[in-house]
């Protein structure tokens, strides 16, 4: 098989498309994870670790190229944040991400959106991010340097309930710029791919190198995001034969 990535004839592995230990974080206690997809016939599952593909990497890029990154996005974005950490201010609250380097943060984000990207599981489903990105990308995985077309804005999720549901990626314009918008329970990330800066509302929460970042914290869903919910527990009730809300 042909790994994607280096696009050598290797074994390819398990690859996890959302770095295991935000899964971890979720199960908690449980036995399981729940997946559920939606459309017009939903499908439910169980799995013990997290969204797989078996098509796309090879042990070495999936564990080494990908891995050491994905060990930084830890540190930035723990799963479990210190909420000594969260500071109210007189119109929002943040939480102190500390010191960013964003090299490896930049890897970071690309990693998690070339995977996605290219897996065909339902996670991934709205991130196309076309030929010139996709290749863009690789080579920069491969020779570990960063793009100037991706930048972060971070949101920690403190929400009433849900905080630990991770939906699919989203793609969508924030102030005329191209974003994704991704789960890592319980971090929210809106994603920038685009040559086009943020505005300056956002600019301003942006994470930059050698820069102290932080993230807004969040108590409620966002408007789309209850439309979102509101359509999975519609899809549930309707797969167990029960009436809509």
């Known amino acids: 098989m042909i790994c994607k990535l280096c696009q050598l004839e290797k074994?390819?592995?398990?690859?996890?498309?959302?770095?295991?230990?935000?899964?971890?974080?979720?199960?908690?206690?449980?036995?399981?994870?729940v997946e559920f997809e939606t459309g017009e016939s939903p499908q439910k599952s169980l799995n013990q670790s997290g969204t797989i593909d078996t098509t796309i990497l090879c042990q070495n890029c999936d564990n080494k190229r990908l891995g050491r990154f994905e060990n930084y996005g830890y540190a930035v974005f723990p799963p479990l944040p210190d909420p000594t950490k969260i500071t109210r201010l007189p119109y929002l609250e943040i939480y102190r991400l500390g010191a960013i380097n964003g090299r490896s943060l930049n890897l970071f984000l690309i990693g998690l959106l070339w995977k996605l990207h290219a897996s065909n599981q339902a996670l991934g489903y709205h991130v196309d991010l076309g030929q010139r990105y996709s290749e863009q990308f690789r080579a920069a995985i491969l020779a570990g340097r960063d793009s100037k077309s991706v930048s972060c804005v971070a949101f920690l999720m403190q929400y009433p309930q849900y905080s630990d549901l991770m939906l699919g990626a989203l793609?969508?314009?924030?102030?005329?710029?191209?974003?994704?918008?991704?789960?890592?329970?319980?971090?929210?990330?809106?994603?920038?791919?685009?040559?086009?800066?943020?505005?300056?509302?956002?600019?301003?929460?942006?994470?930059?190198?050698g820069r102290d970042g932080i993230a807004r914290v969040l108590r409620d869903f966002a408007p789309s995001e209850r439309h979102i919910l509101k359509f999975i527990q519609d899809q549930a009730r309707s797969r167990a034969g029960l009436p809509r809300f």
């Open 11 to 33: 074994p390819l592995i398990r690859a996890l498309l959302i770095p295991r230990n935000y899964f971890l974080q979720m199960k908690g206690k449980s036995k399981h994870l």
């Open 171 to 209: 793609r969508k314009k924030v102030e005329g710029v191209n974003c994704y918008v991704f789960y890592l329970p319980p971090w929210k990330l809106l994603i920038r791919v685009d040559n086009r800066e943020f505005g300056q509302a956002l600019t301003k929460f942006e994470l930059r190198d």
